[in-house]
């Protein structure tokens, strides 16, 4: 419904909204025990997703987003009313970018909550639209830093790795995937060394395994 540019202009315009309210629940406090040294880094941006079902949805309304555009960058989803409802509710904001474009977002719920409480997965990733798909994208990646990359399997371990190595190491994630083609190509183009960290349980030694191959 609309090209390219507009679209990751209203992600852009999404991710300012959920910035300005990081400290507004606990969003902020929980990043700041997380992935200190965050607010100050030049690498890390992070907003909150209140828990109101519209707020995303009035905000952008009101500077004249379309309904159609919503859907289309997966910021809504129509609920069974067929009402326009926030895609993301009470969860911490990360933006999945590419050469500085919003694409979509990772979000994670409360930490205290599990999936016993039905608040949906630990991340929900933008659902598949025209301008991101999660196979083709490494959640962290920063190719003008020209640092050595480590694969992870989180976004937050990711910035972990960057925030604690001050330049040096750059974490890549592939957003609840296993490694696919299309993110081994685009680690390839940052380092020809680079290094694989996934957990030291059986399915990260898998996923470990099948990055080296790859």
């Given at each position: 419904?609309?090209?390219?540019?507009?679209?990751?202009?209203?992600?852009?315009?999404?991710?300012?909204?959920?910035?300005?309210?990081?400290?507004?629940?606990?969003?902020?406090?929980?990043?700041?025990?997380?992935?200190?040294?965050?607010?100050?880094?030049p690498h890390v941006t992070a907003g909150y997703a209140s828990a109101s079902w519209t707020a995303l949805v009035?905000?952008?309304?009101?500077?004249?987003?379309?309904?159609?555009?919503?859907?289309?960058?997966?910021?809504?989803?129509?609920?069974?009313?067929?009402?326009?409802?926030?895609?993301?509710?009470?969860?911490?904001?990360?933006?999945?970018?590419?050469?500085?474009?919003?694409?979509?977002?990772?979000?994670?719920?409360?930490?205290?909550?599990?999936?016993?409480?039905?608040?949906?997965?630990?991340?929900?990733?933008?659902?598949?639209?025209?301008?991101?798909?999660?196979?083709?994208?490494?959640?962290?990646?920063?190719?003008?830093?020209?640092?050595?990359?480590?694969?992870?399997?989180?976004?937050?371990?990711?910035?972990?790795?960057?925030?604690?190595?001050?330049?040096r190491y750059v974490g890549v994630a592939p957003l609840g995937t296993a490694l696919t083609d299309e993110q081994?190509?685009?680690?390839?183009?940052?380092?020809?060394?680079?290094?694989?960290?996934?957990?030291?349980?059986?399915?990260?030694?898998?996923?470990?395994?099948?990055?080296?191959?790859?």
């Open positions: 419904v609309a090209d390219q540019e507009r679209l990751t202009h209203i992600n852009a315009m999404a991710m300012d909204f959920y910035a300005a309210r990081i400290d507004t629940g606990w969003a902020g406090t929980y990043l700041d025990d997380r992935l200190p040294g965050w607010r100050t880094s009035d905000h952008l309304g009101g500077r004249g987003v379309t309904d159609d555009e919503l859907l289309e960058t997966g910021l809504a989803t129509r609920a069974r009313t067929g009402t326009l409802i926030d895609r993301f509710r009470d969860r911490v904001i990360l933006p999945i970018t590419h050469e500085h474009q919003v694409l979509g977002f990772v979000a994670r719920r409360h930490p205290a909550l599990t999936d016993d409480d039905r608040r949906g997965p630990k991340y929900l990733n933008t659902a598949d639209t025209v301008l991101f798909h999660k196979g083709a994208q490494l959640h962290g990646a920063i190719p003008e830093l020209e640092a050595v990359p480590v694969l992870v399997e989180g976004p937050f371990d990711a910035l972990a790795v960057t925030l604690a190595s001050q330049g081994a190509r685009q680690l390839a183009t940052l380092s020809n060394h680079p290094i694989v960290a996934t957990d030291a349980d059986l399915p990260g030694r898998v996923a470990a395994e099948r990055a080296f191959w790859l």
